[in-house]
């Protein structure tokens, strides 16, 4: 096994990410950052020098699940303290899976400023896996604001809440083109022109990806996302799915890899409002003018407010290999029902789970929980359940919630279920909410609609061929079981991916065998009560 030494300078730089100029979080000056490429049982080493002058920093391994190393997941406020500016820290860790997976700013809302990449981890030489391909690509779609993160973050932290707004564009590999300059909409005869125009306005042109006729590529898809789901469509093709897919609705958080044909990409939004942008890149067959514009029709795709395409496909994935994927554990030892509730508390617009509303404490829970240091975060437990056989889930909560630090502390080696609950919000409207664990795969065993009945739905759970994710749709109204097995030594966040949300609370910890986890690293000390420790 290999070891791949990277080293990063974070920093802000002017970029035209949609050919309008605005400050970046970079990596080496580039947003998003540069595509990691290692082999299963290799170890990676990031050395991460914050020169950000005056923000904070902490770099999440999205998907790769830390075994042995959970103070290198990059959850600041979890795993380790923040990175200070001018400080220097160190992941390191092993990948041990093959998969595509991506990484990302996990302090505050920094992930909206372009702190994001590609991981790809490859099966070692010799070991087959349950498809062929040609060649492959990897395509990471992001939403991007003209505001920057401390607006965005005040704006959700005010009286009023103001709210963050729809994405001024979409970006595919870190190219878009705001809409005032948008050809996607533009008609046929006009796309030309249109898609000129970024380029004699000093700005790049949609990404192209050249293909040879013949060839099978894959696609590695990452939705780094902060707020919006996107449908990924290649015009006149068609895509095999890879493991999991069927067709392509990618929420904040959610890559998996799609094998395909050819390629040539747009992405119409959808979920939030209809007045929203989409994203083009271009597929051109070798030998064909690169410029020329496509000769096939846009894939229209389903409404943007069209929930139950979006249901309908998170019913319809399903295990193509079973034999690849690990056997479900008939059931569980503990079972969480998690309601999610948007509420007023202390004057603030905030999300809470079962009431409780998620505030980071100043000390790492990692490092106070294995130390044994008291009053460090709210030692009272969250509720287990809420009050399912009373509460309407077509009202916002009728109670207030409360802001805690509280901890969820799981038995090691036991079985967990965990049941999102979605309800209205205090606009009285329901979204979809993307739920990524940290540390861990979980079994998808069932979505529904309304409002989960332990006793009624139980007995609808998948155990014969569930998928295996780190990140699922909670869809609107409706509710979604997943199962994992709390193995994993550490403190880990699960939480909803669209960063608005986690900042706004919407996020529940776990802690399990904390006492089993090796002596922790200094480097992520220094915060809080950790100030002081030897
Ligand atoms: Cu990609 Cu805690 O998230
Ligand atoms: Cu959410």
């Given at each position: 096994a290999k070891v791949h030494h990277h080293t990063w300078d974070i920093a802000y730089h002017y970029k035209s990410l949609d050919c309008v100029e605005k400050l970046a979080v970079t990596i080496n000056g580039e947003s998003p950052g540069p595509t990691i490429h290692a082999t299963q049982g290799d170890t990676i080493v990031v050395t991460v020098h914050?020169?950000?002058?005056?923000e904070n920093t902490g770099i999440h391994w999205h998907g790769?699940?830390?075994?042995?190393?959970?103070?290198?997941?990059?959850?600041?406020?979890?795993?380790q303290c923040p990175i200070l500016p001018g400080d220097t820290f160190t992941y390191r860790f092993v990948v041990d899976r093959p998969g595509t997976y991506f990484y990302h700013a996990?302090?505050?809302?920094?992930?909206?400023?372009g702190l994001d990449g590609m991981l790809v981890v490859s099966a070692p030489d010799g070991v087959a896996e349950p498809f062929t391909y040609d060649e492959e690509r990897t395509i990471l779609l992001m939403d991007w604001w003209h505001k920057s993160v401390y607006e965005q973050a005040v704006g959700l932290a005010s009286d009023p809440l103001k709210f963050v707004g729809e994405p001024q564009s979409l970006l595919i590999n870190g190219r878009g083109v705001f809409e005032p300059f948008h050809?996607?909409?533009?008609p046929q005869r006009q796309q030309r022109r249109c898609l000129q125009r970024p380029r004699s306005a000093g700005c790049a042109p949609p990404p192209l990806f050249t293909a040879v006729p013949g060839k099978t590529y894959r696609l590695r898809v990452g939705s780094l996302t902060s707020l919006s789901a996107l449908n990924f469509a290649i015009e006149g093709h068609s895509m095999t799915p890879l493991?999991?897919?069927?067709r392509v609705l990618l929420g904040p958080g959610q890559g998996r890899p799609e094998p395909v044909p050819e390629l040539l990409g747009r992405l119409p939004r959808?979920?939030?409002?209809?007045?929203t942008t989409s994203a083009m890149a271009i597929l051109s067959y070798a030998?064909?003018?690169?410029?020329?514009?496509?000769?096939t029709p846009r894939p229209e795709g389903p409404?943007?407010?069209?929930?139950t395409a979006r249901v309908e496909q998170s019913r319809s994935l399903?295990?193509?290999?079973?034999?690849h994927v690990l056997p479900v554990p008939p059931r569980p030892d503990r079972a969480l029902l998690l309601l999610n509730t948007q509420n007023r508390i202390g004057g603030h617009t905030k999300w809470a789970i079962n009431g409780v509303s998620l505030a980071f404490p100043a000390t790492p829970y990692l490092v106070s929980m294995k130390r044994g240091l008291?009053?460090?975060?709210?030692?009272?437990p969250p509720p287990?359940?809420?009050?399912?056989?009373?509460?309407?889930?077509?009202?916002?909560?009728p109670a207030n919630g409360t802001v805690a630090s509280a901890v969820y502390r799981l038995a090691l080696g036991s079985v967990v279920d965990l049941v999102l609950q979605n309800t209205v919000a205090l606009n009285k409207k329901s979204e979809t909410h993307p739920w990524h664990l940290h540390g861990h795969d979980f079994w998808v065993l069932a979505y529904g609609d309304g409002k989960f009945d332990p006793e009624r739905d139980t007995?609808?759970?998948?155990?014969?061929d569930p998928v295996m994710k780190n990140t699922v749709a909670l869809h609107p109204k409706g509710w979604t079981a997943v199962r994992f097995v709390a193995d994993n030594p550490g403190v880990w966040l699960f939480h909803c991916h669209i960063e608005a949300h986690v900042y706004m609370g919407m996020a529940v910890v776990f802690e399990e065998g904390?006492?089993?986890?090796?002596r922790l690293p200094k480097s992520i000390m220094g915060c809080g009560r950790s100030r002081t420790l030897p």
């Open positions: 914050n020169k950000l002058e005056t790769i699940r830390q075994i042995g190393s959970p103070w290198a997941d990059g959850t600041v406020g979890v795993t996990h302090y505050g809302m920094q992930r909206v400023a050809c996607s909409r533009a493991h999991l897919l069927r959808r979920g939030r409002e209809r007045n030998g064909n003018d690169p410029r020329a514009p496509p000769p409404a943007w407010d069209d929930v399903a295990v193509a290999h079973p034999d008291q009053g460090a975060y709210d030692a009272r287990e359940t809420y009050d399912f056989r009373s509460y309407d889930i077509e009202r916002p909560p007995a609808r759970f998948n155990l014969r904390v006492d089993k986890v090796g």
